[in-house]
């Protein structure tokens, strides 16, 4: 029982994990190649990745999907640990009022923007595509890329105050549930799982007595014979 306890533990732990890694931000330092719009079929597997069409547009099993090809800098652990460059490309889509809630409205002004700030010669403008998700290849799965702006430099480092900040407010929410809960244990539970347990005593008791009535009357019969 307790190592199926473990295993439960185990993997809410790493579903709940995967859910904020897939729907945080994050911010990676990119100079953008090209920009371009393809006609996407959604499989039943990956339409789960993808938003909903751009607000005021009917939703369809196929529709154009916005692409922003870049180069970016590859990171780890919201971008704190920095690797070498490669190949990126993010989509470009409405996330409206629901989920994730970003509250994106203006991908073709994203569109835009990233058109305006193509760099392939030297020397390199390069920009913050911040963004959410994943990308998987051979599911033709894409990060979708809230904003992009101007970076600094190459070499600049965004910190990831936004995420510390949901973090933080995410840990004092479970841990304000926890104390609601112990107190709730404490006033409702503990004194309900008692008196249950002094019933229960009592009903043993009861039938215990009961039990040892029937006992010696019947003893008493088989004193006669």
């Known amino acids: 029982m307790r190592n199926i306890r473990r295993f439960l533990r185990i993997a809410l732990f ?10 945080m931000p994050q911010q990676d330092i990119a100079r953008i190649t090209s920009t371009e719009v393809i006609r996407t079929d959604f499989s039943t597997f990956n339409r789960m990745f993808y938003a909903q069409a751009d607000a005021g547009a009917s939703e369809n099993p196929t529709r154009d999907l916005r692409l ?31 989920y994730p809630p970003y509250f994106k409205f203006d991908s073709s002004d994203l569109q ?16 913050i595509v911040r963004h959410y998700g994943w990308r998987i290849r051979f599911l ?22 936004i995420n510390l900040v949901i973090f933080a407010a995410l ?8 104390a609601m809960w112990a107190q709730f244990r404490e006033r409702t ?11 229960y005593d009592h009903v043993s008791a009861d039938l215990s007595e009961r039990k040892g009535r029937v006992s010696r009357w019947l003893g008493t019969w088989r004193k006669k014979k």
């Open 14 to 23: 790493l579903i709940v994990g995967l859910f904020l890694h897939y729907v």
């Open 68 to 98: 922003i090809n870049t180069v970016r800098k590859s990171t780890y652990f919201f971008g704190l640990i920095r690797g070498d460059n490669e190949t990126m490309v993010f989509r470009n889509e409405d996330t409206g009022w629901i």
């Open 112 to 127: 835009a923007e990233s058109a305006a700030s193509i760099s392939t010669t030297q020397p390199y403008e390069w920009v």
């Open 140 to 161: 033709s799965i894409y990060p979708n890329a809230v904003s992009v702006r101007p970076a600094p430099s190459e070499d600049y480092r965004p910190f990831p105050w």
């Open 171 to 178: 840990i004092g929410g479970v841990l304000f549930l926890r």
């Open 189 to 199: 539970v503990d004194p309900l799982a008692d008196k249950v347990g002094d019933q």
